[in-house]
């Protein structure tokens, strides 16, 4: 079904305000300027060009090629060329959550080691295989009968995420990674989460520590084991990522840029 919200797409199809899958799609729901967005987007370019930052990993993406991008993250899209077109996923953040909630939980590392591995060039074999899957839900979310079309969705883009997660486990692996335990993790992954929410106000690692009902120094001793930095610089780290990105916002002073992260002056 059409919608006028998403322009310059052939051909929409909608589960609600949860899903949508967008044909020949060439003005990506992103902004210019870097903002952090809502949603969840898998894209493929179908043709031409266009140049997609997240935080201050930039990349000009091209025909055959795939781009991931996950709720929270700080984005901008600019530059793309007359001829961009796309197939386009998009996910709301609570349609994207109930994705992921059926899966093993993802390392905490695996956010942050997307923030630059978020495009990947597809060969002829692998463009057929997306193609091929893309018209599988393109099919699938026109039934609109059958009380299990949701979940059936749910269940194939998790097939995707969970094949993105084993290659960035392959890598881990090729660079010499471990794995924690999984209590760490889920330690590491809700300290991970509560930066997101609280950094702008909290950058003491004890408010944190509080918060997980742990001390300070086992919660960056975990967090060290797990992502490979302590506590304290995964907080500075999301705090002068964002600061660097604004800064290239000409239309934010000092002061705009300070009040956006977060400082009082």
């Known amino acids: 079904m059409p919608n006028s919200k998403i322009k310059g797409s052939l051909e ?3 589960l609600g305000d949860e899903f949508k899958i967008c044909r020949n799609l060439k003005y990506l729901p992103l902004t210019t300027y870097p903002s952090y967005i809502q949603t969840g987007l898998i894209v493929f370019c179908l043709k031409g060009n266009a140049n997609i930052n997240i935080y201050d990993n930039e990349h000009l993406l091209c025909e055959n090629e795939l781009a991931v991008f996950f709720p929270g993250q700080l984005v901008s899209f600019t530059n793309f060329s007359d ?4 197939l386009t996923f998009i996910l709301s953040s609570s349609f994207y959550e109930d994705v ?6 993802f390392s905490p590392h695996y956010f ?9 060039s597809l060969n002829e074999r692998e463009v057929a ?7 599988l839900i393109s099919n699938r979310i026109r039934q609109r009968q059958g009380p299990y079309r949701r979940e059936a969705l749910i269940h194939l883009l998790r097939f995707f995420y969970l094949d993105l997660y084993n290659t960035y486990l392959n890598d881990s692996l090729l660079m010499g990674g471990h794995k924690p335990d999984a209590r ?12 997101m929410e609280h950094y702008k106000e909290n950058r003491e690692v004890a408010f944190y520590a509080d918060k997980l009902c742990i001390s300070p120094v086992y919660l960056t001793k975990v967090v060290q084991e797990v992502n490979g930095q302590s506590a304290h610089e995964m907080i500075a780290d999301y705090v002068v990522i964002e600061i660097k990105t604004l800064l290239r916002d000409a239309r934010l002073d000092i002061k705009a840029v300070a009040r956006r992260a977060g400082f009082a002056n």
């Open 12 to 14: 929409i199809s909608v």
């Open 184 to 195: 760490k993790e889920e330690l590491a992954d809700q300290f991970f989460k509560l930066i």
């Open 100 to 105: 992921l909630s059926g899966v093993h939980r």
């Open 83 to 86: 001829d961009f077109i796309t």
């Open 112 to 120: 942050f080691y997307m923030r630059s591995h978020f495009w990947f």
């Open 129 to 135: 295989g997306f193609n091929m899957y893309f018209d």
